[in-house]
């Protein structure tokens, strides 16, 4: 496809992009690259990579057929079967050479091929310039002539069609294009139908497509100068509700039109209001009217199964979505602070007692029973011994406990809070990349302020959404990449962490035990 460049746009080195001016012909060689680019090849041969907003691109239609002249002609007195042979090449002065032979077998044509093929013509968009009402000759050239007759001419004909638009419908081709056409449907592109009792029949899916209308919420954009109500839709499919305006009920609409207008009866949607748009009960009667209207679309096999209906069903506003999953990343990083410096204050804490109050206390159990045992040990009562000793063992054994409550925190204790201290000062850091990227995004949604005010141009103002989108992707990767860390930081951290504190307490546990074996069994 053809396609002139709007507007100048310089490339930016290393990033594919193709460098264009204003008025220049490009050929689009790839529309599907996506993000709001394709790519272009200018006519000295280089391509590379354009903003689509950037060209206007030129569609054009030649429908063109070769005649191969196998149609069944009789003789004068109706009996005789003659097939036209295909032109001769050999003597140009005798094209119309006739051989009697068999009428040709042509195997029955099966429609449910063809459906989806005609669907499929219905939603072209064709150009005005092919319905000059004239033909023209591709090969040898032959012409056919405005009042119906072909002069002959070469091995093979080809024509131009004139394609007459259906009243009311100005993108929709006249029936003569389709049925001049020889595309079968292949795979998924056939519809399915059968036949039933009364005639063909649409094969309805298994699942009847079904969505809610609901919860009506008042929104508004550029700064509150204007209010809209947004409809919340959500679909059986996957239960995931969806936000839509009523202009985006128009759209899709108008799609429909012209995909399936000349083939399907598209109902109206609910007529426009200028005023009263806001009142509580034209809200709900709106509702109610795009519930039903939603509801009989999905009901219909082929159009709730069609493209633009499912994108309808499953589109999110990305720019929302942006906005929402950065708040709650904001939100998070927020709590996470918050938490982090609780672990850090009762780390703190603990690091204190185990060297300090908690180290002396055990000391003291264990000075307490080995005073017990002197004490026994004054009372000259015989086989008093073995319990003296125990409890001299006992007593020592709390004593070497509060040297491994002291010990302990550096063996664990430690890299728990150095993790800790590192992540505080990282999520420090998040509140102000995302309040530049916030701010970014005001100023881009002020964009159409600014263009309408004559303060930036329109192409100041793509420069500008493409530089965001830079930004978010940034933002984006930096959000996973944080995340990914944090999920592989604190599951090592705490494995290893819960790993010294079983080897603490199994220690002590197995000092305990050797105290406990000193004991006789009275």
Not at 36 to 49: P, T
Not at 273 to 297: A, C, N, P
């Amino acid at each position: 496809m053809e396609a002139q460049v709007l507007y100048d746009f310089p490339a930016e080195p290393g990033n594919n992009e193709l460098s264009v001016q204003e008025g220049e012909i490009l050929t689009v060689t790839n529309q599907n690259v996506g993000g709001g680019w394709v790519e272009a090849r200018n006519s000295r041969g280089n391509v590379g990579l354009v903003p689509e907003d950037y060209i206007e691109v030129k569609n054009t239609l030649i429908i063109s057929f070769v005649f191969d002249f196998t149609s069944l002609y009789r003789g004068v007195n109706g009996n005789e079967a003659w097939t036209a042979t295909t032109w001769s090449n050999n003597n140009p002065a005798d094209n119309w050479n006739y051989t009697e032979q068999e009428p040709a077998v042509q195997p029955p044509l099966n429609i449910y091929d063809y459906l989806s093929i005609y669907l499929n013509f219905c939603s072209k968009e064709w150009d005005d310039d092919s319905d000059d009402g004239k033909s023209t000759v591709g090969y040898g050239g032959s012409q056919m002539e405005e009042g119906g007759t072909m002069q002959r001419g070469g091995g093979h004909s080809t024509m131009k069609i004139s394609l007459n638009k259906f009243p009311g419908f100005s993108k929709t081709p006249n029936p003569e294009v389709y049925l001049l056409t020889k595309s079968i449907a292949k795979g998924n592109d056939k519809l399915p139908i059968y036949a039933g009792e009364v005639g063909p029949v649409w094969l309805y899916p298994q699942i009847q497509l079904d969505c809610v209308v609901a919860d009506p919420k008042k929104g508004s954009k550029m700064y509150g100068l204007k209010s809209y109500i947004e409809y919340q839709i959500t679909p059986n499919t996957t239960n995931r509700p969806v936000n839509h305006r009523y202009k985006h009920f128009d759209w899709l609409y108008e799609r429909l039109v012209e995909k399936f207008a000349c083939a399907l009866p598209i109902p109206c949607l609910p007529d426009k209001q200028v005023t009263g748009r806001f009142e509580e009960e034209f809200i709900k009667m709106r509702m109610e009217r795009l519930q039903g209207w939603m509801s009989r679309m999905c009901r219909h096999p082929v159009i709730s199964n069609s493209d633009v209906f499912q994108l309808f069903l499953n589109y999110r506003d990305e720019k929302v979505r942006l906005e929402q999953k950065y708040e709650m990343y904001s939100q998070f990083t927020r709590s996470m602070d918050n938490s982090v410096k609780e672990l850090l204050a009762v780390g703190h804490l603990h690091w204190k007692r185990c060297t300090g109050p908690l180290q002396k206390e055990y000391r003291q159990i264990g000075k307490a029973f080995q005073n017990l045992s002197s004490v026994f040990n004054t009372s000259a009562y015989p086989r008093e011994s073995t319990l003296t000793e125990a409890l001299s063992a006992t007593g020592k054994t709390y004593e070497e406990i509060a040297e491994l409550v002291a010990g302990q925190p550096k063996k664990d204790l430690h890299f728990l809070m150095e993790t800790n201290n590192e992540y505080k000062g990282l999520l420090g850091c998040f509140p102000d990349t995302v309040a530049v990227h916030k701010a970014a995004i005001d100023k881009v949604k002020e964009a159409d302020h600014l263009v309408t005010m004559n303060k930036v141009s329109q192409q100041d103002k793509h420069i500008m959404e493409k530089n965001l989108s830079t930004m978010s992707y940034a933002l984006q990767a930096e959000m996973n990449h944080f995340h990914s860390n944090r999920i592989y930081d604190y599951n090592r951290l705490m494995q290893f962490y819960l790993e010294e504190q079983v080897k603490f307490y199994e220690t002590i546990a197995e000092k305990l035990k050797k105290a406990l074996g000193q004991y006789t069994t009275i």
